[in-house]
T-cell receptor, first 113, second 114 residues
Framework: KAGVTQTPRYLIKTRGQQVTLSCSPI?????VSWYQQTPGQGLQFLFE???????NKGNFPGRFSGRQFSNSRSEMNVSTLELGDSALYLC????????????FGPGTRLTVL | QKEVEQDPGPLSVPEGAIVSLNCTYS??????FMWYRQYSRKGPELLMY????GNKEDGRFTAQVDKSSKYISLFIRDSQPSDSATYLC??????????????FGKGTHLIIQP
């Protein structure tokens, strides 16, 4: 099976712009979670989607949003970008909600100038 | 105080040495404990998964959880240069992360010298 894929791998934006990141989970996996990784804060949970519904959300402002499509692919959107949003955004998928192992993609490196 | 504390390193050891990586945490609700390995420019991959206290061994890797001390460890025996990576501890109060997702340490950068 192909692993979790994320596009694009690298992105450069300027403050105030918005960005959309995409994640394709492993075939058959219905749960997709998003994490932000920065040197200062480490990996932080953003949100999880299952069957097109957001199940859980971490402690991030409303500028961070996401959605999941019927084929389980997910997108996350960040509006009004700030310099502090520069990070590696990781997507993880698992077969069902509650299953132990999450499989991470390679991430999208977002740089905000 | 962060919920999970992990020494960022770098930790540099010679090939063949036993490596000890550790995390401490403050949330007594954590019951599920994981160790992930992350190579440069890659996403984290799950190495070990442990529920509650105790030890778990898988090949050269041993995970230990001491809930009374809120302390978890990962031991790597016969370390290899290919083990050089960042090791992240992660934990949660519910299987698979629950409502708050997984809570990660910041990671320890490990270097195995040939």
């Amino acid at each position: 099976k192909a692993g979790v894929t994320q596009t694009p791998r690298y992105l450069i934006k300027t403050r105030g712009q918005q960005v959309t990141l995409s994640c394709s989970p492993i075939s058959g996996h219905r749960s997709v979670s998003w994490y932000q990784q920065t040197p200062g804060q480490g990996l932080q949970f953003l949100f999880e989607y299952f069957s097109e519904t957001q199940r859980n959300k971490g402690n991030f402002p409303g500028r961070f949003s996401g959605r999941q499509f019927s084929n389980s692919r997910s997108e996350m959107n960040v509006s009004t970008l700030e310099l502090g949003d520069s990070a590696l955004y990781l997507c993880a998928s698992r077969e069902i909600v509650g299953s132990d192992e999450q499989f991470f993609g390679p991430g999208t490196r977002l740089t905000v100038l | 105080q962060k919920e999970v504390e992990q020494d960022p390193g770098p930790l540099s050891v010679p090939e063949g040495a036993i490596v000890s990586l550790n995390c401490t945490y403050s949330n007594s609700a954590f019951q599920y404990f994981m160790w992930y390995r992350q190579y440069s420019r890659k996403g984290p991959e799950l190495l070990m998964y442990t529920y509650s206290s105790g030890n778990k061994e898988d090949g050269r890797f041993t995970a230990q959880v001491d809930k009374s001390s809120k302390y978890i460890s990962l031991f790597i025996r016969d370390s290899q240069p290919s083990d050089s990576a960042t090791y992240l501890c992660a934990m949660s109060g519910a299987s698979g992360g629950g409502a708050d997702g997984l809570t990660f340490g910041k990671g320890t950068h490990l270097i195995i010298q040939p």
